[in-house]
């Protein structure tokens, strides 16, 4: 089983900037992390993703509607991701979610935070 402790949400205002971070629990290192969103009456969609291939940073994956504003890195301890989401819009307004993916013995096992709540006010 693996936890994720979800951080740095809140309300900010349109042009301002937000980093989000997220831990996961556990002794084996997470294949992939990154971060979805839900908006009121939306389904829930990437917004970033990085893979564990092998290369020092890792393979990113970005949502088009966040490329060139929202940066996905690894942080410092294992199972670490930070978000940097500048410029945010309106519509960026979500409930922002921690996804992870393990995979072992050819099965994969996916886990999700409990999300928290971004607000960009216009």
């Known amino acids: 089983q693996v936890d994720l402790a979800e951080s740095g949400g809140g309300l900010v205002r349109a042009g301002e900037s937000l980093t989000l971070s997220c831990a996961g629990s556990?002794?084996?290192?997470?294949?992939?992390m990154g971060w979805y969103r839900q908006a009121p009456g939306k389904q829930r969609e990437l917004v970033a993703r990085?893979?564990?291939?092998?290369?020092?940073?890792?393979?990113?994956d970005y949502a088009e509607s966040v490329k060139g504003r929202f940066t996905i890195s690894r942080g410092n301890a294992k199972n670490t991701v930070h978000l940097q989401m500048n410029s945010l819009k309106p519509e960026d307004t979500a409930v922002y979610f921690c996804?992870?993916?393990?995979?072992?013995?050819?099965?994969?096992?996916?886990?999700w935070g409990q999300g928290t709540q971004v607000t960009v006010s216009s």
């Open positions: 556990g002794i084996f290192i997470l294949n992939v």
């Open positions: 990085i893979i564990n291939d092998g290369r020092t940073d890792g393979r990113t």
């Open positions: 996804n992870a993916e393990l995979y072992m013995a050819n099965v994969k096992y996916e886990y």
